[in-house]
């Protein structure tokens, strides 16, 4: 959202998009920036962004079976997680994956979240 919107660290986003990882987004996470941007009536922005992703070789999106829904919610509970952060944070537990991301409410899960600059530091390193 940082970059489909031009929010504050929309510089830092970018280019992290930029460089060359493979990245897995949730089915939850895609709805969510539909709704968004369709409630803002961003249309021709949301239409470039799907097609941006259902073209993308480089960024697969994944999701959870309905009889996780449990597990998400007994997640949601013990970590005192919003619904839609306990869900990104089930699928990065099942798959092995790190989560990037702004939001600080993965503060309170034992891998946290790394934000894009770590990410790009990390991989500039090697």
């Known amino acids: 959202m940082q970059v489909l919107l031009k929010r504050e660290k929309f510089n830092q986003s970018s280019d992290f998009l930029k460089g060359n990882y493979e990245l897995l987004i949730t089915d ?8 968004l941007l369709s409630k803002l009536k961003e249309f021709n ?7 941006d992703i259902l073209s993308s070789d480089f960024i697969t999106i994944i999701g959870i079976e309905p009889s996780e829904i449990k597990e998400i919610i ?27 991301s702004y939001d600080k409410d993965f503060e ?6 790394k934000t894009p600059e770590e990410i790009i530091k990390v991989v500039n390193k090697k």
Do not use: R
Not at 28 to 35: D, K, R, V
Not at 45 to 51: A, E, G, N, Q
Not at 86 to 92: P, T
């Open 45 to 51: 922005l949301l239409d470039s962004f799907i097609s």
């Open 28 to 35: 939850f996470s895609l709805f969510s920036i539909c709704i």
């Open 74 to 100: 007994d997640i949601e509970k013990k970590i005192n997680l919003d619904f839609d952060d306990a869900y990104q944070y089930f699928i990065a537990i099942k798959k092995n994956l790190v989560i990037v």
């Open 108 to 113: 309170k899960i034992p891998e946290g979240a």
